[in-house]
C-alpha cells in the first residue's frame, strides 16, 4: 500500500505545487541560486582549464609523439567535459536545496506548509525534486557525456588487454555513475543542512564546507597514493577509481536517510 502511494504521489508530481515552485514555476526567485549562475560560467572554464593543464602536462600521453594527440582527444577531452559538468553541478545543487527549508522557516511558512495534507517527507522530497529539475539542461548532457567516457574506458582497457582489460568494465561503471552521486551529494547536504541551521545563509556555507572536504579527503590521487603504499599495482588504479565513487554512494544514502529522519520526526524543529 506505501508503495503504491508513492506511486501516485509520483505521477501527481509535476502538479504539486510545492514542487513547482522550487522549479521555478511560480513564487519567487531563489536569490542565491540566481546569484550562483551569475558565477557558474567562471567555474566551468575553471575546470575546463585544470584539466587542460593537467593532460598537457602528462608527459606518458605524448614523449615526442605527434600522433597520441588523436588518443588524448579520443580519451581525455570528454573527461575534461566531464569534469567541468560535475564542477557545474556540485556549485549549484547546493545553491537549489540548501535554502529550501531554511527559507520557508525564516519566512514562517514552514508550518503553514506542514498543516496541508502533505506528508512532511513528501513536502522534502517534492522540494528537492523540484530543486534539481532546475537543472534541466545539465542532466541530459551530463548522461551523454558520463555514458560517453565509461564507454570509452572500458574500450580502451579492453583493447589494452591484459589485467587492465578485466578492469575495464569496473572503471567504465565507476566513471559514469561518480558524476552523478557528487552532483547528488551537494544537493543531499544542501538539503540535510538546511533542516539544521537557522537561516539559508548558514546552510549554504555548510553544504559547499562539506562538498569541498569531500573533495579533498575523496580523490583518486590519494586512493592512487594508498594503493601504492600496499604495492598494489595495477589493482591500484581500479581502488583509485572505485574507491571514491564508493564512498559517494555511502553518503548519498545515508544523507537520504538522515534526510527522511529529520523530515518525519522533531529534528526540523529550530
Do not use: H
Not at 155 to 172: E, K, R
Not at 206 to 214: E, F, G
Request: hydrophobic fraction near 55%; include cysteine.
Amino acid at each position: 500500500m506505501k508503495l503504491r502511494t508513492w506511486w501516485r504521489w509520483w505521477r501527481g508530481l509535476p502538479q504539486n505545487p510545492v514542487y513547482l515552485r522550487e522549479k521555478g514555476g511560480w513564487g519567487e526567485p531563489n536569490p542565491f541560486y540566481e546569484a550562483a549562475r551569475r558565477y557558474s560560467p567562471f567555474v566551468i572554464i575553471g575546470a575546463l582549464f585544470f584539466g587542460l593543464c593537467a593532460g598537457w602536462s602528462n608527459p606518458a600521453l605524448f614523449a615526442g609523439n605527434d600522433a597520441l594527440i588523436i588518443f588524448w582527444c579520443f580519451l581525455c577531452l570528454p573527461g575534461i567535459l566531464l569534469t567541468g559538468l560535475t564542477m557545474f553541478g556540485s556549485f549549484m545543487a547546493p545553491a537549489l536545496t540548501a535554502p529550501a527549508i531554511s527559507m520557508e522557516v525564516d519566512k514562517g511558512t514552514w508550518e503553514m506548509l506542514r498543516v496541508t495534507p502533505m506528508s512532511t517527507r513528501s513536502i522534502v522530497m517534492a522540494k528537492l525534486l523540484g530543486a534539481l529539475a532546475r537543472l534541466r539542461i545539465l542532466w541530459p548532457t551530463l548522461f551523454a557525456v558520463s555514458l560517453l567516457q565509461g564507454v570509452i574506458l572500458v574500450c580502451s582497457l579492453t583493447l589494452a588487454g591484459g589485467q587492465l582489460a578485466l578492469f575495464g568494465a569496473a572503471l567504465g561503471v565507476s566513471a559514469t555513475i561518480r558524476p552523478w552521486l557528487e552532483i547528488l551529494f551537494a544537493a543531499m547536504a544542501g538539503m540535510v543542512a538546511s533542516t539544521r541551521v537557522k537561516t539559508a545563509t548558514m546552510a549554504l556555507v555548510a553544504a559547499y564546507t562539506a562538498v569541498v572536504l569531500m573533495k579533498l579527503i575523496n580523490n583518486s590521487l590519494l586512493w592512487l597514493a594508498v594503493s601504492s603504499l600496499f604495492d598494489l599495482d595495477e589493482a591500484g588504479i581500479l581502488i583509485s577509481a572505485l574507491g571514491p565513487t564508493a564512498v559517494y554512494a555511502v553518503a548519498v544514502v545515508a544523507l537520504f536517510v538522515s534526510l527522511f529522519w529529520l523530515a518525519d520526526g522533531v529534528g526540523l524543529e529550530r
